[in-house]
């Protein structure tokens, strides 16, 4: 069991940036492929990135790609994803999640996640 507490969120002007962290409990945290979704007010929740275990493999949204980077601390037990020249459409509740398996199928679908954070809203003012 897993559990996940995401930390960072806030308000924002567009151009600026912030980092979102995602600390896990438990000793097995770096057996756990780790990803990061959003979800908009009305919308479906939505891949953002996500970073193998060992932290070599790395996939992005479209949306993001250039803009977000996502990290891990295996000692720490943390997840991060940094997110820079933020726009108003990255508005959302950001969460971390997480997934014992390692290979990339699935790794951008809600369905292949096991474990969840609470989620951290992110607000991007124009």
């Known amino acids: 069991q897993v559990q996940l507490v995401e930390s960072g969120g806030g308000l924002v002007q567009a151009g600026g940036s912030l980092r979102l962290s995602c600390a896990a409990s438990?000793?097995?945290?770096?057996?756990?492929?780790m990803g990061w979704f959003r979800q908009a007010p009305g919308k479906e929740r939505e891949f953002v990135a996500a970073?193998?275990?060992?932290?070599?493999?790395?996939y992005y949204a479209d949306s993001v790609k250039g803009r977000f980077t996502i990290s891990r601390d295996n000692a720490k037990n943390t997840v991060y994803l940094q997110m820079n020249n933020l726009a108003p459409e990255d508005t959302a509740v950001y969460y971390c999640?997480?997934?014992?398996?390692?290979?990339?199928?699935?790794?951008?679908?809600?369905?292949?996640?096991?474990?969840w954070g609470q989620g951290a809203q992110v607000t991007v003012s124009s």
């Open positions: 999640a997480g997934r014992g398996r390692n290979d990339p199928i699935g790794v951008r679908a809600r369905w292949a996640y096991d474990y």
């Open positions: 438990g000793r097995t945290f770096s057996s756990y492929t």
């Open positions: 970073m193998g275990r060992s932290g070599g493999n790395t």
